[in-house]
Every structure is written in C-alpha cells, then in structure tokens.
C-alpha cells in the first residue's frame, strides 16, 4: 500500500507541474480571427481528469486506484437549427489495486471507476422553434440538483442516456423539461452486467421564479425492464431561495417533498415519502447550512433515487447509494469558504460537512460522517482537488471506512 500510493501522487505530482506552470504564467486570449475560424469549423471538446483514490474499509483489504480519464468529442457549428455533438470516452487504470466493480476481486474495497472506452455522447440538438431546444440521442441529463437525475459526473465514467429531451421557456415564466428515456448507460460501463438499463421512462420538470423563491414541480416515471425492481413513479415540489437580511448577510433556504410507488413492472407495492428542510446564512465568501433530508421505508421497500448522483448526498464515503430498507434520516451541517484570490491560482474553494444518518424513524443510528475537501482553479482549464471522507458505522452493516481522493483537472 505504500509504494502504491507513492506511485500514485507520483504520477499527480507529474501531471501538476505544467498546472502549475500554467496557472502562473496566464494564456493570451485567442484573437478575433482564430475565435471566428473555431465558430465555423466547429469546437473540439477535450477534458482529462488524473485521479488517485484510496478505500480503507473494515472487513476488506484496502484499495488503490489510479485512473486517468479522457474524453474528446467535437460539435458542430449551427446550422439551420442544427447542431450535431460527438463524444468519446476512455478510462485507464495505471494502479488497479482496488475491485472495479466488474473484475473484483471481491476481497478488496470497491472504487466504481472500471476502465472503460466508450462512446459518451452522440447527440443532435435542434433550435428551430422559439425558446425551444430539442436533443436527441445519447446525451447528458442534469436535471435540479441532481438529487433525482444526474450524470454521476464525480465517478470517471459518467452516465448518460439514449433519450429525446425537450426544453421550453414559451410559456413564460415557466421553464418546462420533458425526456422521454430509451437506455441508461450507467457508470459501471459496457461490460458490467449492471452497465446499461433498458428503460421506458418519462421525465417531467417545470420551474418557475416567484417571490417567495425558485418553485420546480416534477415527475419521473421510471420504467427498466431488464432492472424492474428499480422502476417507480416519484413525484414531488421544491422550493428553493435566498433573503437579504443585511448588507453583509444573507439566509439560504430550500423545502421539498416528495411522493413514490411502484410503476412498470416492478413487482413489489409500497408507497413511501421523501423530504428535505435545509436552512443557512452566507456572509461574503463564508457560507453554511443545517439540513435535514429523510428517505422513507416501510421495512420492505425504500425510498430509492437511482438516476440520481448519489455521490453528493449522504456523505461521499458513498455507504447509502441503496437506501436501507428501513428508510433513512440523514442530519447534516456544511461550510464553506471561497477565496476569491488564493496565493496561487485563480480561486480556491474550502469545504467541510459532518453528519449522523439514521433509519427514517431515527431511532437507529446508522453512522456518522465527517468530509472535508478543498479545490484550487489553478487558471480557466486547470484545476486540482484534495478531499477525503471518514465514515463511523454503528451497524454491521455499514462498516467503517476512510476515503481519500487527490485530482488533477484539464479542460480545453
């Protein structure tokens, strides 16, 4: 383990020096005339992410994974409308000591990150109508905050969905988004048995601004015939907002509630609830907030969100992607801090979250967590990132575990 992680930050340490060069020595802006030949040939897209990550979990031997991610796609210009993006998508381990989730092996800590060479997205996106865009094809959903639909952009390879989704703003003051799912290309990749749902889903968002704060109402119906147990019909409202309440000081506040049941072929029946209460107060770069989010169970069945992007809820020891089936209660207080103009880079940002997750009555204790993370822009396209997570389980099964993760960030 340690000649590994020697190996391990190594290779970060190799990939930072031109970060770091970079970030004290600013790139000219592109003239006028590059800006205008990029707009009609098209943009290259290109993004890499080096990441170490280590797992120390009771009962399993610890785990070291090096993996380096790379996408390159291109997007054409508009035409008539139209607009045609290609993306593809590869994931190299360069240390494997760690189960991948596909090849084990068992007896080691998992860190989702398998490697992977794939297409990420091939989407046409259409404009022709007023407000209004079209995309069809493999594509990424973000929908809110994640909390239902996400890209898991936090795990090397990224989800994305073989889908037609459409935005509208017409109908001001609404923002409505309807998608409707064909497949889910998950994280795991192509060759995991669990790397693609077939689906019949359908998503429904609408978002409005009003004075009282942002007011989204939703529906997903969630229908995978080769995953029925995951099927459900969720459907929900959230309001979120903020409050000045002086000239240094601001409130922070969100509210949402939401309703599941079984849908498609799912054979189980269970009619469970979602909530979320969460307040906080921002002064300039310093911000914190108390929450309280609950997952429902009935001792059968649970609250689940399997589109979502777990990763940011419950604690990045990643222990809750399932929720127990007892449901969940998850207490939690954050703060950050953005330093606008760190010593070196262009803006860093702080963080720190501890939380006590429960079962739903809260009679239970789970287990709590403390994380901490910090993220330096070095300049517009690179950036690193250091965060670690410590996970005290009470229950056997949710074991104790320490995570640690060092990235390096390029985009161009």
């Not at 192509?190 to 689906?199: F, H, I, L, T």
């Not at 929900?236 to 599941?260: F, H, I, K, N, V």
């Amino acid at each position: 383990m340690p000649t590994v992680g020697r190996t391990a930050f190594l290779a970060l340490a190799v990939m930072a020096a031109p970060a770091v060069a970079s970030a004290q020595t600013p790139a000219p802006p592109p003239s006028p005339g590059a800006a205008a030949a990029s707009s009609r040939s098209g943009e290259i897209l290109f993004e890499s992410r080096l990441r170490y990550e280590g797992v120390s979990q009771d009962g399993l031997d610890d785990a070291a994974a090096l993996t380096l991610r790379t996408r390159l796609g291109w997007q054409s210009p508009e035409r008539s409308g139209f607009r045609l993006l290609v993306e593809g998508e590869s994931v190299v381990a360069l240390v494997d000591d760690y189960n991948d989730t596909i090849h084990g092996p068992a007896h080691r800590a998992a860190v989702a990150d398998p490697e992977a060479f794939e297409l990420n997205r091939l989407q046409l996106a259409w404009t022709g109508l007023p407000d209004t865009e079209v995309i069809l094809g493999r594509q990424r959903i973000v929908l809110g905050s994640a909390r239902f639909v996400g890209n898991v952009g936090f795990r090397q390879n990224e989800q994305t969905f073989d889908a037609v989704k459409v935005t509208t703003r017409a109908f001001e003051p609404l923002t409505v988004t309807w998608a409707w799912i064909d497949r889910v290309h998950r994280v795991f990749g192509d060759d995991s048995p669990v790397g693609e749902w077939r689906s019949d889903s359908h998503l429904i968002n609408v978002e409005a601004p009003t004075p009282a704060g942002r007011v989204t109402a939703y529906g997903y119906l969630l229908d995978f015939s080769n995953a029925p147990a995951q099927s459900s019909a969720t459907w929900g409202a959230r309001l979120e907002g903020s409050r000045t309440l002086s000239p240094d000081w601001s409130a922070l506040y969100a509210l949402e509630y939401a309703r599941q049941s079984e849908y498609g072929d799912n054979p189980a029946r269970f009619d469970v609830d979602y909530g979320l209460i969460s307040a906080g107060l921002k002064r300039g770069p310093l911000t914190g907030t108390l929450a309280l989010e609950r997952l429902d169970g009935d001792g059968a069945q649970a609250f689940q969100t399997p589109l979502a992007t777990l990763h940011a809820f419950q604690g990045w020891a990643d222990v809750f992607l399932t929720t127990p089936r007892d449901g969940l209660r998850d207490v939690s207080a954050t703060v950050s801090y953005a330093v606008a103009r760190p010593p070196l880079g262009r803006n860093a940002t702080l963080t720190t979250s501890w939380r006590d997750v429960r079962d739903a009555d809260g009679s239970v204790r789970y287990g709590r967590e403390l994380d901490v993370s910090v993220r330096l822009a070095l300049d517009a396209r690179w950036a690193v990132e250091i965060k670690g997570a410590r996970f005290d389980g009470t229950q056997a099964a949710f074991a104790d575990r320490d995570k640690v993760w060092a990235a390096i960030d390029y985009r161009f």
